[in-house]
Each structure stands twice: as C-alpha cells, then as structure tokens.
C-alpha cells in the first residue's frame, strides 16, 4: 500500500504563505487522482484542491486564487503553495490518493495530516 507523508505546516500570520509537502513512498505517476483535504476543529473534511487522472485540477472556492496545486513526479511529491493565508484556513491538512492496486481494485490512503494555524 502506498504512504504519504505530509510535511510543511505550522503556524504562520495572516496574509503569510505556506507549502506543504506530500511525498509518496512509489511513484505517482498513475495515481487515479491526488489532492489535499483539509479539516478544521468541528468541521468536516472538506476538498481543498485536487489532480484528477487527466491532469486537470480543482479547487475549492475558496482556495481559487490563493493556493496552488503542483507536482514533481520525479520526487513522488505533490505540493500546495498556500499564499494570502486567513485565520479561516486553519485546520489540519492531508494528502489523499486513489490509485488501482493490481487487482484493479481502486484503493484510497490518507496522509497523517499537518496542522496549518493562521493567526489574525
């Protein structure tokens, strides 16, 4: 099964940036999708931004504009700049993944997430 490891939070003030890092431990190249999820204290996990299969992404809302999903296929690693951070963007952030297993069989993995605390 792959892992991700998630790294690059921490606390920052608001109108400050941030990256955070998602490495996977094989390549990515033909993960089905990758993305970043977020979630903040009593709330449910929300998607943040996302690489589908055909390389196209996707935002939330409120992420348009401000962050920014990328990738480095050489380094299994998939990034989100995170600029103009608001307190509103604190919450713990994780990387996500589906890919086929060689069953075929479509498997999703969760990273272990990194706290992301904008202060006003």
């Known amino acids: 099964q792959v892992r991700l490891v998630e790294s690059g939070g921490g606390l920052v003030q608001a109108g400050g940036s941030l990256r955070l890092s998602c490495v996977a431990s094989?390549?990515?190249?033909?993960?089905?999708?990758m993305g970043w999820y977020r979630q903040a204290p009593g709330k449910q996990r929300e998607l943040v931004a996302t690489?589908?299969?055909?390389?196209?992404?996707s935002y939330t809302d409120s992420a348009k504009g401000r962050f920014t999903i990328s990738r480095d296929n050489a380094k299994n690693t998939v990034y989100l700049q995170m600029n103009s951070l608001k307190p509103e963007d604190t919450a713990v952030y994780y990387c996500?993944?589906?890919?086929?297993?060689?069953?075929?069989?479509?498997?999703?993995?969760w990273g272990q997430g990194t706290l992301v605390t904008v202060s006003s």
């Open positions: 690489f589908t299969s055909g390389g196209s992404t």
């Open positions: 094989r390549s990515i190249d033909s993960m089905n999708s």
């Open positions: 996500n993944v589906h890919y086929k297993n060689i069953f075929r069989s479509m498997v999703e993995v």
